[in-house]
Structure formats: structure tokens, C-alpha cells
């Protein structure tokens, strides 16, 4: 479901007549206006008469929504979540239908702790201290944020749900999108296989993808307010995948630094399962590669031990196969009691995800190595449900991007 609601703290939009933010600012509401977007106003006295004529003069459309704390229950202060309960009650929306551009550290906090995307107003005030969120430079970065990630429903080429766990995957790892360079076109496995540098208009197209994958996730209401996030870790020890510090960097920044790195843990070297799978494909040798591997090499940090019974978990990579990582990511979780888990990926490998469970659950302790063998587990195919429209939303949306910044 799209976003339908813009918040926007007073001082992002009580700007000086006759600047360029203030122009830009009214050429934003305007454009909400426009696409059916409502938008409304925190502040945490009610406005004086003197700014309520301002924002007349500033060209304005009138706000949907004025919210000061006389409106909130029990007068709770800005950072709690009733204040985005003040818009959702009468709006009648949900809070992932909403953005809030903020410039403060109270308004960070009031978005991070209902679980609504934020975006930081740099053109009202500097980042404070202690924050993380992507950045609106300008007021019209806001419209293409919007624009280009939250302006239709979610879209993903891969979706399966099963009990208290959902797979999504953005697009089939065959895809082809348009690029500024080095080329027109460029596939997925370029810049998360072959780490080469794409730029689609002046951004990475690594990040590009990350924030699709993340925002669509939001749009469907995956994320919920103070999740965990993790990256299934790389075959060796105590690496991160390089390839994937992208997602770090756009989980920390969209869902204000949930990001755990000690939440799945390779204790052990493991092979390679891409490069081990090639070898297979070219009649070479190749290691084992079975979910067993995965068993014996990667668990949950210990620290998590009775911490997760309340918590979503989401978990990244770049693409999957059959599922072996996330499968085991999702045992390891739900052998933790983990509440929800969420496995995100770019891109997807052929039709099919094998799901794995224990033959004796008790048999695994979440928290350190295991000692299991293939014959522990039973198998299960799993056929995500496919939308060969996917590709093609997302190739016209970024066509329609580059097209209106020129390149």
C-alpha cells in the first residue's frame, strides 16, 4: 500500500519568504496536493496567529492535519508514539502509510518509536547528534523520495508466508534495469556479484536497490517498530559480505541503527555456496554444500538468549537459491523464540524455496555450533508465489527517474 501521509515538524516548513527553501517548500506541498497525499503539521504548542499567516503567505496549501500536544493523550510529550496514533486515528491510516521529515532529535525519536520512515530536513537544521536517517537536502529530494520508492504498493518478483515467517525477494536474479553508466542496462549480479560500480542518475545502484527492498518491505508493513536487522554472514569467519555493507548502511539510516552484527555469527570458515555450486555446474569438485554446513558454522549470538520473544527479526542477503542460508537463519531464530521473521533478498534464483525443519527440534541449541548432519532434517518444497510483472514496474520506474532528472 502506497504512503498517504506526509508529517512534517514546523520548523521544516516556517521558512523566511522569498528563499529558494521556501519556494521549494510550497512547490513540495503542492506536489502532495497533487498526488493525493495529505500532510500535517507537529508542533508542540499550538501556532501562534502570526505563523498560521505565514504559511498563508508562503503560498501554502491549507494542511490537512494540525497536531500540537493539547491533541495528544495524557499530554505525552513529542517521541512518543501517541502523536503518530493522533494522525492515524483521524486520518483512518496506518502508520506505514506515513513519512516524517523532522529536523530535530525529538522527531526522530517520535518516528523511530512508532516504526514510520523518516527523513531528515537538512535544509532547517543540521543532523542532531546521535541520529541516523537518510537526508533531504532540499524539499524537492522529499517529492523524489516519494516518487520513487513509496508512491505505489509494494512489488516484489518472489513472496511466500508460512507460520510466523515471510521470504521476499525484489526481483528474479536474471533481471536487466536501466543504468546512467557504465552503460544503459545493467544485471544484478554486476554490482553484488561482480562488485562493479553502476550509477543510475548521480546514485549508487547498489543503494538504489537496497532502499526498493527496504521500502517495500515498510510499505507492507514488515518492519514494525524496534526490529533487529542482520545480513546472513559470509563464508568466512568474522567477515561481512562487502558487497552487502550497502544494506547496513540503508537499514541504519531508514530503521535508526537496528542493525545487529552479532546477531548471526559465523564461528567457522564454510565454503563458498555460489562458487561451490559453479564448480559443480562445470563438472568440477565441489565441497559439501548442504544446510549442514551452515549448521556446523554459523549461530546466534549468545547475548540474544530471551531477547527476541518480542521481536521482529529481519534478515538480508543478496540473492537466494534454494534458501539453505535463510532457512537456517530461520531455525536458529525460531529455535530463540523469535516473534516474526523477515527474509528480504534483491534478487531470486530459479521458482522454487526448500524449507527445512528438524526431525527432533529439541536436537538444536540456537546459541553455539551444531553437530547436525542432512539426515537431521526433513525438506519441504515451497513455491513462492511469482510476479513476472515485477521486473518491468521497476525497470519503468527507474526509466521515469532518469528521465526527469535529465540523463
Known amino acids: 500500500m502506497p504512503a498517504k501521509a506526509v508529517i512534517f ?33 507537529f508542533s508542540t504548542e499550538p501556532l501562534s496567529p502570526a505563523q498560521k499567516e505565514q504559511i498563508q503567505q508562503l503560498g501554502y496549501p491549507t494542511p490537512t492535519l494540525v497536531v500540537d500536544q493539547s491533541h495528544i493523550a495524557d499530554g505525552k510529550r513529542r517521541g512518543s508514539p501517541a502523536w503518530i496514533d493522533a494522525v492515524t486515528t483521524a486520518l483512518h491510516l496506518k502508520r506505514h502509510e506515513l513519512l516524517y521529515i523532522g529536523c530535530t532529535a525529538m522527531d526522530w525519536r517520535t518516528a523511530i518509536n512508532s516504526g514510520v520512515m523518516y527523513q531528515h530536513a537538512a535544509w532547517a537544521a543540521s543532523m542532531p547528534a546521535g541520529t541516523t536517517s537518510l537526508v533531504a537536502r532540499a524539499p524537492g529530494d522529499v517529492d523524489r523520495l516519494l516518487k520513487m520508492f513509496l508512491c505505489g504498493d509494494s512489488s516484489w518478483s518472489h513472496r511466500a508466508d508460512q507460520g ?12 536487466r534495469l536501466p543504468s546512467t553508466s557504465p552503460g544503459p542496462t545493467f544485471k544484478l549480479q554486476d554490482v553484488f556479484t561482480y562488485n562493479k560500480k553502476v550509477q543510475i542518475g548521480d546514485a549508487d545502484a547498489r543503494s538504489i536497490l537496497m532502499l526498493y527492498v527496504l521500502a517495500n518491505a515498510y510499505l507492507e508493513d ?10 546472513y554472514p559470509s563464508s568466512t569467519s568474522g567477515q561481512v559480505s562487502e558487497r552487502l555493507q550497502t544494506y547496513l548502511d540503508k537499514a541504519a539510516a531508514l530503521f535508526h541503527g537496528y542493525y545487529r552484527e552479532d546477531l548471526l555469527i559465523r564461528a567457522a570458515d564454510a565454503p563458498d555456496t555460489s562458487l561451490e555450486r559453479w564448480k559443480a555446474s562445470q563438472g568440477k ?25 518480542t521481536k521482529t527479526v529481519v534478515v538480508l542477503d543478496d540473492f537466494t537459491t534454494h534458501g539453505m542460508s535463510l532457512e537456517w537463519a530461520r531455525l536458529l531464530l525460531s529455535a530463540a523464540g523469535t516473534r516474526r521473521i523477515v527474509m528480504l533478498t534483491v534478487g531470486k534464483y530459479g521458482s522454487r524455496h526448500t524449507r527445512y525443519d528438524l526431525k527432533d527440534p529439541s536436537a538444536l541449541d540456537p546459541f553455539r555450533l551444531n553437530a547436525l548432519t542432512p539426515e537431521n532434517f526433513t525438506t519441504t518444497v515451497v513455491t513462492p508465489v511469482y510476479d513476472p510483472q515485477a521486473q518491468d514496474r521497476l525497470y519503468q520506474r527507474l526509466a521515469a527517474a532518469l528521465d526527469a532528472s535529465g540523463t
Not at 528563499?19 to 500532510?39: C, N, R
Not at 514488515?222 to 545480513?231: H, S, V
Open 285 to 309: 569438485s565441489a565441497q559439501d554444500i548442504s544446510i549442514a554446513t551452515q549448521a556446523q558454522t554459523v549461530h546466534l549470538g549468545p547475548k540474544y538468549r530471551g531477547k527476541l520473544a
Open 222 to 231: 514488515l518492519i514494525p517498530a524496534n526490529p533487529y536487522f542482520c545480513i
Open 164 to 175: 510466523n515467517w515471510s521470504l521476499r525477494s525484489l526481483l528474479p536474479a536474471s533481471a
Open 9 to 41: 515538524d514546523y520548523k521544516t516548513l516556517i521558512l523566511r519568504p522569498g528563499t529558494s527553501a521556501a519556494a521549494d517548500a510550497a512547490a513540495l506541498l503542492h506536489s502532495l496536493a497533487a498526488q493525493g497525499l495529505q500532510w500535517c503539521i
